[in-house]
């Protein structure tokens, strides 16, 4: 069994920055990859960020590229979502989740435990 609890969401203006954090436990973080996915009022969630098991290679939606920068930890089984420039249309709930192969996908059907997600809203 796997928990995964995330922290650092807010409310922060237009061009504003956000650094969030998942903390899993376990002892089998270092194997899987890690994402982030993001769901907001009245639309269905969808992906932001993953990172492989040893944080050699990331992807990104298009929409966060060149702002969001995912990153881990493994020492401290701890996954990063750092958010630059953040935009009115970022806000929404942000969830961290395990994928269930070392590998990161852009799908959330490969993901099996969730965190409970953090509030990001970004003010204009």
């Known amino acids: 069994q796997v928990q995964l609890v995330e922290s650092g969401g807010g409310l922060v203006q237009a061009g504003g920055s956000l650094r969030l954090s998942c903390a899993a436990s376990?002892?089998?973080?270092?194997?899987?990859?890690m994402g982030w996915f993001r769901q907001a009022p009245g639309k269905e969630r969808e992906f932001v960020a993953g990172?492989?098991?040893?944080?050699?290679?990331?992807n990104y939606a298009d929409s966060v590229k060149g702002r969001f920068t995912v990153s881990r930890d493994n020492a401290k089984n701890t996954v990063y979502l750092q958010m630059n420039s953040l935009k009115p249309e970022d806000t929404a709930l942000y969830y961290c989740a395990k994928h269930k192969n070392p590998w990161a996908t852009m799908r959330d059907v490969d993901c099996d435990y969730w965190g409970q997600g953090t509030q990001v809203t970004v003010s204009s």
């Open positions: 376990g002892r089998t973080f270092s194997r899987y990859a």
């Open positions: 990172i492989n098991w040893s944080g050699g290679s990331t």
